[in-house]
């Protein structure tokens, strides 16, 4: 069984940066392909970034340039550093595997406003 817990949402202004960490316990966390969505209000959740157990990295294309998605298997941690941060990105940001089950966060809010 995996947990995953997300931390380091916030409020931030425009063109700042935040970076939300996603702690995971569990067997071979580290093989696990992580993924990061997010849900605005009213707005069906999408994936943002994924990376795979090898380091192999996804991103959607409307943070392609902005995001990154960096792990720390030592510590069994995933981070969503996001930079340019504009208010079309506030949301719940969630992370989730799907390795051996589907599992999610409790999700994190970030809101990007003056």
């Known amino acids: 069984q995996v947990q995953l817990a997300e931390s380091g949402g916030g409020l931030v202004q425009p063109g700042g940066s935040l970076r939300l960490s996603c702690a995971g316990s569990?067997?071979?966390?580290?093989?696990?392909?992580i993924n990061w969505y997010r849900q605005a209000p009213g707005k069906e959740r999408e994936l943002v970034a994924a990376?795979?157990?090898?380091?192999?990295?996804n991103y959607a294309d409307f943070v392609k340039g902005r995001f990154t998605i960096p792990r720390d298997n030592a510590i069994k941690t995933v981070y969503l550093e996001m930079n340019s941060l504009k208010p079309e990105d506030t949301a719940v940001y969630y992370c989730?595997?799907?390795?051996?089950?589907?599992?999610w966060g409790q999700g994190t809010q970030v809101t990007v406003s003056s």
């Open positions: 990376i795979t157990g090898g380091g192999v990295t």
């Open positions: 989730n595997t799907e390795f051996l089950g589907d599992y």
């Open positions: 569990g067997t071979a966390f580290e093989v696990a392909t």
